[in-house]
């Protein structure tokens, strides 16, 4: 079993960062990416961004050069390092691992997700 618990969140106003935590508990499992995603009412869930297993990361156009996503390998913590916020930037934010599960013979291949951090920002 793997779970996520995500931190940070807030409200905010234009132009202000925040940084967003995540931890990855459990047994059993391997991390190979990590990510961001947005929850916004009337929408589906968004890719933010996300990092793989070698720190290579990737980004929504939306985020490009304002946001940056870093992990922790010994800490199983990935971060969310939000710059020059917007009002559009507002929406729950969820982590998320994908796992492969090693104490399977199978290893099988799955995404956690967190609950999500509620981030609000004002004109």
């Known amino acids: 079993q793997v779970q996520l618990t995500e931190s940070g969140g807030g409200f905010v106003h234009t132009g202000d960062s925040l940084t967003l935590s995540c931890v990855v508990s459990?047994?059993?499992?391997?991390?190979?990416?990590l990510g961001w995603y947005r929850q916004t009412p009337g929408r589906e869930r968004e890719l933010v961004a996300r990092?793989?297993?070698?720190?290579?990361?990737t980004y929504a156009d939306f985020v490009k050069g304002r946001f940056t996503i870093s992990r922790d390998e010994a800490l199983n913590m990935v971060y969310l390092r939000m710059n020059s916020l917007k009002p559009e930037d507002t929406g729950v934010y969820h982590c998320?691992?994908?796992?492969?599960?090693?104490?399977?013979?199978?290893?099988?291949?799955?995404?956690?997700w967190g609950q999500g951090t509620q981030v609000t920002v004002s004109s």
């Open positions: 990092i793989t297993s070698v720190g290579s990361p």
């Open positions: 998320s691992a994908e796992i492969t599960h090693t104490g399977l013979l199978s290893s099988p291949r799955s995404i956690s």
């Open positions: 459990g047994r059993d499992f391997r991390i190979d990416a």
